[in-house]
């Protein structure tokens, strides 16, 4: 018994589960949900070597992430492995690397096959497990029992998408599509049947979104009176990442965003090395994965704990228009039809307040819209299919989806006699869980209005 739970512990970051609910029943029962969509075998790939395999050096900074889709349906967060599902029989088998003890001795405890041993198949719950060279046997059989007979069907599935070209499912996909040939078969993909699945969350991952939150939370209010001993954007950085690990179970949702004064203007701003400036704002986008699941928050602050009139305003603009928006969030639309309702609510306030109210001016760094208001958020933090984000999906309860008008340009406005002018980039970003009334915003409770986040910094 003892040895099991090493076993588990051992293999913690390769095998993701959870100490709070049965994580092998979990993915069992996501295998058997699609299996019953199916009409044909299904093959899934992981993704083929870890970070820095042709240049070894990178190896040891790089921290290997499994491609989402395999790992939701086997929680198996490791490279070279690869998954099959029969529906004929509703049998699942895993492939997966030899053991290999040298490799081992570097980089740890893998899933590896071993005859006689059945270590993955107690960590995973798959039964049947077999080495990564019979993979293409395998199939080969399938493709011969599925074209052949009353119930013979022309085609076989993988996971990949069909719009987005040179990732390893595409690479995938034409190699199987090379051996299905023989049996006049094609390659149909299973993404979207997939993801109808993967964005509506099961209670267990609604859980670990909720702890997320908590330990978000908890990290923001510990940073915020401390910030009068940050002297620049890595201070905070490092600060708010340790607090954010400390109480957590695994790793960042993503690498922290610090962006000081016209920084923030950067949407992907990453070198979080810059002095902080007093009377700036700096914004925040930051979260932390927990289980399976994230949180994706993002705040603006001042840097010496007062906004200015100017800041006020623009800030006030960009929290009211989440609230704009999320009047229309419901089960039942999708996030493309309901997209420009901040960012025209924004522009409508800039005109109103700002130009004509306090006699000032604004240049924008885009047209229209800076980036989507909404993204879904799962096994990834930008959920759904690349490219398309599936904003085309229509939202049903258990879905959890972003909140995040921003605002980005240059400013000036005369308050109280007062002339202002400065570079600004605000964001303020929620996560929404649909329900079946509506949403429930289950990071309200991280500070979010002026009032609590200075009262936060005095």
């Known amino acids: 018994m003892q040895s099991r739970k090493t076993d588990v512990q051992a293999y913690s970051q390769v095998f993701l589960s959870s100490k709070n609910y049965d994580s092998k029943k979990i993915y069992a029962k996501r295998r058997l949900s699609l299996m019953k969509k199916l009409d044909s075998f299904c093959v899934f790939a992981g993704m083929p070597v870890e970070p820095g395999g042709e240049e070894a050096f990178v190896q040891t900074w790089t921290r290997f992430v499994q491609d989402p889709a395999f790992l939701y349906m086997t929680g198996v967060n ?235 305003m623009l800030y006030e603009i960009v929290l009211e228009s989440a609230k704009v928006y999320q009047r229309v969030v419901r089960p039942g639309v999708s996030l493309k039809e309901i997209g420009m309702i901040c960012w025209e609510f924004i522009m409508m306030e800039l005109d109103r307040r700002l130009v004509k109210g306090a006699k000032g001016s604004f240049k924008l760094l885009y047209e229209k819209r800076p980036h989507g208001v909404s993204h879904f958020i799962g096994e990834h933090i930008h959920e759904g299919a690349p490219g398309s984000r599936s904003l085309d999906v229509v939202l049903k309860p258990g879905m959890l989806i972003s909140c995040e008008p921003g605002l980005y340009g240059d400013f000036s406005a005369t308050i109280d006699g007062v002339r202002y002018r400065e570079s600004i980039g605000i964001r303020i970003e929620d996560d929404l869980l649909i329900t079946k009334s509506g949403f429930e915003n289950i990071s309200e409770h991280i500070p979010r209005t002026v009032e609590d986040i200075e009262a936060l910094m005095r």
């Open 78 to 312: 490791q490279a070279g492995c690869f998954l099959v599902l029969d529906p004929r029989k509703s049998s699942t088998t895993l492939f997966v690397p030899k053991k290999d003890p040298f490799k081992e001795f570097w980089n740890g405890k893998r899933l590896g096959f071993v005859d006689g041993e059945n270590v993955v198949s107690r960590l995973t719950g798959i039964d049947d497990v077999r080495p990564v060279d019979d993979l293409w046997p395998f199939v080969e059989s399938l493709a011969a029992a599925y074209s052949n007979g009353k119930a013979a069907v022309d085609h076989a599935f993988a996971f990949f998408y069909e719009k987005f070209k040179g990732d390893h499912n595409e690479k995938f996909m034409l190699k199987m599509k090379s051996v299905l040939r023989r049996h006049k078969m094609k390659v149909n993909s299973c993404a979207d049947m997939h993801f109808e699945d993967r964005l509506v969350l099961e209670p267990e991952r609604i859980g670990d979104a909720h702890m997320a939150q908590e330990i978000t939370d908890e990290a923001f209010r510990a940073l915020l009176p401390a910030m009068k001993n940050m002297k620049t954007e890595r201070d905070v950085a490092l600060y708010l990442n340790y607090e954010m690990q400390r109480r957590g179970d695994g790793d960042l949702a993503f690498p922290t965003i610090i962006a000081g004064g016209k920084n923030a203007c950067c949407l992907h701003y990453v070198k979080n090395d810059e002095p902080l400036r007093d009377g700036e704002l700096v914004l925040f986008d930051f979260g932390v994965r927990f289980g399976t699941l994230h949180s994706d928050i993002s705040r603006t602050i001042p840097v010496n704990g007062k906004f200015d009139p100017l800041q006020k």
